[in-house]
């Protein structure tokens, strides 16, 4: 039972892996994927540029570009679309670094199944719209609070520090934008 056309970007530079993926895509129940690969990071730069796909895999591991520079790279360039990296790199600290990087999920190539290549295409897909859903809808809420000149803020809620300030809430109180960033508030008693 297939629930989903999806038009894929696969960027990996070893041909074994690519075939291994396009294999493990082919087995799966629930989704069908029309797969284009790229071998390097200017390759899939120029598919990217030409072409609107619902996913990006990529190994960020290519012979033009290294891990971090990688993704940093593909994020600017697809802002639309959800990234999940396929590495080698067995270890939480890696991974963690590539999620709060833009990558919405992360599969191990040991790791590999069709199982888990459909369950995570499927899940990353579903949270990046839901995110990009309640993203716009936080930028309309605060342009709503900055037209009836309500006093609002966001903060991160490990840090305390403020992620953003309406202006309103720096005219009505008075304390300078700046102000706001820089002072780690404690509001807990």
């Not at 639309?80 to 963690?96: F, G, K, R, Y």
């Not at 888990?116 to 295409?121: D, P, S």
Request: proline content about 2%; overall charge positive; charged content about 30%.
């Amino acid at each position: 039972m297939i629930t989903s056309n999806i038009k894929a970007l696969l960027i990996e530079d070893n041909k074994t892996h690519v075939d291994l993926i396009m294999d493990l895509l082919s087995e799966s129940k629930r989704i069908k994927t029309s797969l284009e690969t790229a071998g390097s990071f200017q390759q899939a730069q120029q598919l990217i540029q030409t072409n609107k796909y619902d996913l990006i895999l990529a190994d960020l591991s290519l012979p033009d570009s290294r891990y971090h520079e990688t993704l940093k790279k593909l994020v600017k360039l697809t802002k639309e679309t959800p990234i999940v990296a396929i590495t080698s790199l067995d270890d939480q600290d890696s991974i963690n670094e590539m999620i709060k990087n833009g990558a919405e999920d992360c599969i191990l190539k040991t790791q590999l199944s069709s199982a888990l290549l459909e369950r995570t295409i499927i899940y990353s897909i579903d949270r990046y719209r839901k995110g990009r859903v309640t993203r716009q809808r936080t930028s309309e809420l605060e342009c709503l609070a900055e037209k009836a000149r309500l006093i609002s803020w966001r903060a991160d809620a490990r840090t305390w520090r403020f992620t953003n300030v309406s202006q309103s809430a720096v005219e009505i109180l008075g304390y300078p934008l700046v102000f706001c960033f820089r002072r780690k508030w404690n509001f807990s008693n």
